[in-house]
């Protein structure tokens, strides 16, 4: 038919029949494990197969009468899987699907003819799911038609916005709401083991993979082809590659476009452009400094660049983690708290700033959270001293914040001079607990 309605798996109780093949064994003992480590709620095993009940998401598509979404999100980040579980008796077009894909491209209007063709009841029940928006974006023409003359709903999905939003397309005039899909976060995945988070990242996948190098080093290549070269957003392939490496090792830090520009053989604009690609598909964002008043001793102009997970930048850079403790685990924790800042402001609908503050003295504050009401320092450290709190005490004479938090990885909670020093795990808590922002 070319389009499909979500699947309703048949449920039945799991069976421990032996596995009796060398595959079936090693499968075994994977499920097993995730199933004592909590990752997933139950197992259960239809026939001939082996299904598992997801991480539940936090994510919340709650959509009133007449209202379409888009949602966007990473490749691998569970879009598909969670529309499947939100949605159940969506009409779903899926356009990985080449002949579907090849047809709509060819003849947009095909869309609206076979959602007509549905009884009414039917199309107004659920909304009409298409996945991989981003591919034929003149579809978007037939569902603003839908939603105008027959009050479909949708949710469109994608994981890169840039051909979207910038070649012109409908984008609904405010007729979608927009939603996003992050990786994984501690109050999804319970008890989070902070090794494996900051070595394999929080990809649904990657974090239960016991292959994860390999499934990470493919990730990346995979990205660099499919989301950029593929879909013509550069056609300088050597330049673009060696941006992406020199754009790993510099992240997290101060951009300077100008050095990695001559890294990369080309000038500043380009790799500024370089950068805009990774954002617009989804793949990084930037942390733009704090500056309550004018101040010539505080940075205001250079910006931080974040990639969307941990792991991917732990590939990038060949960074491996054995112990919790270093400079590497430091850095790698200060974005594994980003990570979770920024899927709890989309997921709570809180939508703060997340800001960093530094000084041109070198006084650094790794988050600065809404209009300076909270300031976070991460420290890869058991200990913490009064050398570390010194940034901290400066800014809150400065700025007054509400709170002033050291994420570390101490034992015990504990307050010095009206800062609070939080193992990461009590600060995340806090944070899903609406205690840090609400």
Not at 290 to 307: C, E, G, P
Not at 344 to 364: A, C, I, M, N, Q
Request: proline fraction near 6%.
């Amino acid at each position: 038919m070319g389009f499909q309605d979500s699947p309703r798996p048949t449920v039945a109780p799991c069976s421990r029949q032996p596995a009796r093949t060398p595959l079936a064994r090693r499968a075994r003992a994977a499920l097993d494990c995730w199933s004592k480590s909590g990752v997933y709620s139950r197992l259960v095993e239809p026939i001939g197969s082996v299904i598992l009940k997801p991480f539940e998401r936090l994510l919340r598509i709650d959509l009133p009468p007449r209202q379409s979404a888009f949602l966007w999100g990473p490749r691998k980040a569970g879009k598909s899987t969670y529309l499947q579980t939100a949605f159940p008796a969506a009409v779903t077009f899926d356009l990985l699907q080449t002949d579907l894909m090849l047809d709509l491209t060819k003849r947009p209007a095909l869309l609206r003819e076979r959602i007509l063709a549905l009884p009414p009841a039917r199309r107004k029940a659920s909304p009409v799911v298409i996945d991989e928006i981003q591919k034929v974006p003149a579809l978007l023409d037939e569902v603003h038609w839908l939603i105008e003359h027959e009050h479909v709903r949708f949710v469109l999905c994608g994981s890169s916005a840039r051909k979207v939003t910038r070649g012109g397309t409908n984008l609904l005039g405010g007729r979608a709401w927009r939603f996003e899909m992050h990786p994984l976060v501690s109050e999804e995945v319970g008890d989070l083991d902070l090794l494996r988070a900051l070595n394999r990242g929080l990809l649904p996948g990657h974090y239960l993979d016991e292959h994860y190098r390999r499934s990470l080093d493919a990730y990346v290549r995979d990205y660099l082809r499919e989301e950029v070269f593929n879909e013509g957003l550069t056609r300088n392939v050597p330049a673009f590659a060696r941006f992406f490496e020199a754009m790993g090792y510099s992240h997290g830090e101060l951009t300077n476009y100008a050095n990695i520009a001559r890294d990369c053989g080309v000038d500043a604009k380009t790799v500024k452009e370089y950068y805009q690609i990774l954002v617009d598909t989804l793949l990084g964002t930037f942390v733009e400094p704090y500056a309550r008043r004018q101040d010539r001793q505080v940075i205001t102009k250079a910006s931080r660049f974040y990639l969307f997970d941990v792991g991917v930048a732990g590939a990038l850079t060949k960074r491996r983690l054995a112990e919790p403790r270093g400079e590497a685990f430091g850095r790698a924790l200060e974005h594994l708290i980003l990570m979770e800042l920024l899927a709890h402001r989309s997921y709570r609908s809180l939508h703060y700033d997340v800001r960093f503050w530094r000084t041109k003295s070198g006084l650094e504050i790794d988050f600065v959270l809404g209009d300076g009401e909270v300031a976070v320092e991460v420290k890869g450290s058991s200990r913490v001293d009064d050398r570390d709190l010194r940034p901290l005490l400066t800014f809150h004479d400065l700025c007054r914040p509400r709170k002033v938090i050291v994420v570390c990885t101490e034992p015990s909670p504990r307050r010095k001079d009206g800062v609070d020093l939080l193992p990461w795990r009590e600060f995340l808590a806090r944070l899903w607990a609406g205690e840090i922002l609400s």
